[in-house]
């Protein structure tokens, strides 16, 4: 056992002997991350992040000037948009589709009884959002298990020289932090509430995970996602948004206002009901409407410039998420609005290629350790082309281009256009061919 190996065993230790889930729970402790330091800032941080994507952001929109927390937790206008997993969804299309791997018999088999494209959705999700994303892989049953890990439930050991190569790893399960797994290249151990609950020895020969980084690590093993500055980006704008509901609901309307009215009469109002006035000489009498002037159009262009200033700084096109449809534009006009998005797919093929390919390592020294030899794996990544929007007309153009060249046939086109009636290629191809003959007869 390396030294690696009993640093993480001591942190697994104090983590898990005074369990947290990691999360602020309080406005107070959410700002006082800034000024907190080492892996619990980072986790706290990370945990921010992951909560703000799958929508539990009540629970940091700030308080009003002077709201103590009573008031807060009875105000009943607050409101929030999750903007961060807009953008996290939006920029991750890699894996919308499907991928067309070619891989040995073994490694075929892994990827059967994973879902390999939804996992791998979800990992450059969580790449992005935390910057660092792993996949676990177990042997449990004679078969090969994936697992994602985020980064909010992790700690790393880092190799001094590579920075992006783990010497230790640290994975806590979910919930409160109370048990972890303490991994190294030759050892293995669980601790639970303080202590060593079992430890043994495996011949993996690394550390059974594959991470991703969103970019190449430089100073440290961890690098900052898009979430941190989505995160506090969100909250600012979800403060805002409820504060403009909480004006509406105070003062967006017109107050009644009842001048001298009988002060002997109980005031009923409603449209079966009159009000008495009781005055004499000239004193003024009657109903008024006033409206109390609050400043609704500014809270409403503040919210809306947040908004498209956080888009562009995550270069995220506003075409993407409008819901207004334009159909004057131009096909290169598209192109050029979504030239960002593109950009990035390419970027991020070349990130996943690598990191499929550790995975693909990491598979075969967990089927050596447990099945015995294995040949080398030969492995091959296929990514769809991105599906441009496109006019009726210019797409029958683009599929005529293709089918004159032999880089289509019409079956594909057939099973592109309606995948859910042809289960195979071989199935559309024998519907084409019923139709060529029916055409022809």
């Known amino acids: 056992m390396n030294d690696a190996y009993h640093e993480a065993l001591a942190l697994a230790i104090e983590h898990t002997a005074q369990p947290r889930a990691f999360r602020p729970r309080t406005n107070e402790e959410l700002f006082a991350l800034f000024t907190a330091d080492g892996e619990s800032r980072r986790m706290a941080e990370a945990r921010l992040c992951w909560d703000m994507y799958t929508g539990d952001q009540l629970r940091y929109i700030p308080r009003l000037p002077g709201e103590s927390a009573l008031e807060f937790s009875r105000r009943p206008h607050k409101h929030f948009l999750n903007i961060t997993r807009v953008v996290i969804d939006v920029l991750s299309q890699l894996y919308r589709r499907p991928v067309e791997r070619r891989a040995s018999e073994r490694i075929a088999r892994v990827h059967a009884r994973n879902p390999m494209d939804r996992l791998l959705l979800g990992v450059d ?90 970019r190449l690590p430089v100073d440290g093993f961890w690098v900052e996602g898009r ?15 409820s504060a403009l509901a909480h004006t509406v609901a105070m003062q967006g309307f017109g107050v009644m206002e009842i001048v001298n009215p009988d002060p002997a009469q109980d005031i009923a109002v409603g449209p079966a009901r009159a009000i008495r006035f009781h005055v004499s000489g000239n004193e003024p009498f009657g109903v008024n409407f006033k409206a109390p002037g609050a400043p609704i159009a500014d809270l409403i262009a503040d919210l809306e410039f947040l908004l498209r200033t956080l888009l562009k700084t995550q270069r995220v096109p506003e075409s993407l998420l409008s819901v207004q449809p334009v159909s004057n534009l131009s096909g290169i006009s598209i192109l050029a609005q979504q030239t960002p998005v593109l950009e990035d797919r390419i970027e991020r093929q070349q990130v996943f290629r690598a990191f499929e390919q550790d995975l693909v390592e990491v598979t075969q020294a967990v089927l050596r350790a447990h099945e015995g030899p294995q040949p080398d794996a030969q492995f091959a990544l296929d990514y769809p082309e991105p599906e441009l929007e496109q006019s009726v007309a210019e797409r029958i153009q683009a599929d005529e281009f293709r089918l004159r060249h032999g880089m289509v046939t019409p079956w594909e086109l057939m099973l592109r256009d309606n995948p859910d009636r042809y289960e195979s290629p071989e199935q559309a191809r024998a519907a084409w061919e019923a139709n060529q003959s029916t055409t022809t007869a």
Not at 182 to 197: E, H, K, L, M, Y
Not at 227 to 241: D, T, Y
Request: proline fraction near 7%.
């Open 227 to 241: 979430g941190r500055s989505l995160a506090w980006a969100n909250n600012e704008f979800n403060a805002k948004l």
């Open 125 to 214: 999700r969580l790449a992005r959002l935390h910057g660092v994303a792993a996949v676990c892989v177990s042997h449990e049953g004679d078969e090969v298990r994936y697992w994602p890990w985020p980064a909010h439930r992790m700690l790393v050991l880092p190799d001094a020289l590579r920075p992006d190569q783990p010497r230790a790893v640290i994975a806590f399960a979910a919930g409160d932090g109370s048990l972890a797994h303490v991994w190294d290249p030759q050892s293995f151990a669980t601790v639970a509430g303080g202590r060593v609950i079992r430890e043994q020895a495996h011949s993996y020969g690394r550390v059974p995970f594959a991470f991703v980084h969103d």
